[in-house]
């Protein structure tokens, strides 16, 4: 059983690879959030109850935004920057993080705050972006590393997936935390 779901997967990733890698990306997403939420409702004084329109939300943009992105993303670097070298892989990780992430980041954002119908959409990405980049590099750059050197590029959207189970979380907690008003 687990054979032919590996070859079904496989198959999958050549025949339509936006499409797989964004339903592994929705899965994980899904997963990351409402194990955040239910990590909140847990431990949280005010036991909030899980929120699954919100948890579509940020599914939807997150999935929507990054997977297809990225695969673009991933296959031109491994055009642009060819081998596993440590000069490509260093190459890559800067390009990922110093040209991609801010600008994912800000979509995210940005997206998070028209689908929540927000009246100043830009509000939680002034308040909340340079933490989020902070965090992000932190658990990116190495990640990325592991990606670029190790993993076949055919793979690199589902490894980033995988890896993301733990930056959602990290996101959903940032993001579901209040900003101080000045």
């Given at each position: 059983?687990a054979?032919?779901?590996?070859?079904?997967?496989?198959?999958?990733?050549?025949?339509?690879?936006?499409?797989?890698?964004?339903?592994?990306?929705?899965?994980?997403y899904?997963?990351?959030?409402?194990?955040?939420?239910?990590?909140?409702?847990?431990?949280?004084?005010?036991?909030?109850?899980?929120?699954?329109?919100?948890?579509?939300?940020?599914?939807?943009?997150?999935?929507?935004?990054?997977?297809?992105?990225?695969?673009?993303?991933?296959?031109?670097?491994?055009?642009?920057?060819?081998?596993?070298?440590?000069?490509?892989?260093?190459?890559?990780?800067?390009?990922?993080?110093?040209?991609?992430?801010?600008?994912?980041?800000?979509?995210?954002?940005?997206?998070?705050?028209?689908?929540?119908r927000?009246?100043?959409?830009?509000?939680?990405?002034?308040?909340?972006?340079?933490?989020?980049?902070?965090?992000?590099?932190?658990?990116?750059?190495?990640?990325?590393?592991?990606?670029?050197?190790?993993?076949?590029?055919?793979?690199?959207?589902?490894?980033?997936?995988?890896?993301?189970?733990?930056?959602?979380?990290?996101?959903?907690?940032?993001?579901?935390?209040?900003?101080?008003?000045?």
């Amino acid at each position: 059983m687990a054979y032919r779901l590996s070859g079904w997967f496989r198959s999958s990733l050549k025949k339509r690879p936006v499409l797989t890698n964004t339903a592994v990306y929705a899965a994980f997403y899904t997963a990351a959030e409402l194990s955040q939420q239910t990590f909140n409702k847990i431990y949280s004084s005010d036991k909030p109850e899980i929120d699954f329109a919100a948890a579509g939300r940020i599914v939807t943009v997150g999935s929507c935004l990054y997977a297809p992105t990225l695969y673009h993303w991933y296959k031109f670097l491994d055009r642009k920057f060819v081998g596993t070298t440590l000069k490509v892989v260093a190459t890559k990780v800067l390009c990922d993080q110093l040209i991609m992430t801010p600008i994912l980041l800000a979509i995210f954002y940005t997206g998070m705050g028209i689908v929540e119908r927000r009246e100043d959409v830009f509000s939680e990405l002034k308040a909340k972006y340079w933490r989020t980049f902070i965090a992000n590099q932190a658990y990116w750059i190495p990640a990325q590393t592991v990606n670029f050197l190790l993993m076949p590029p055919n793979l690199r959207v589902v490894y980033v997936a995988s890896a993301s189970f733990i930056w959602i979380n990290v996101l959903c907690f940032i993001k579901r935390q209040t900003t101080d008003k000045k």
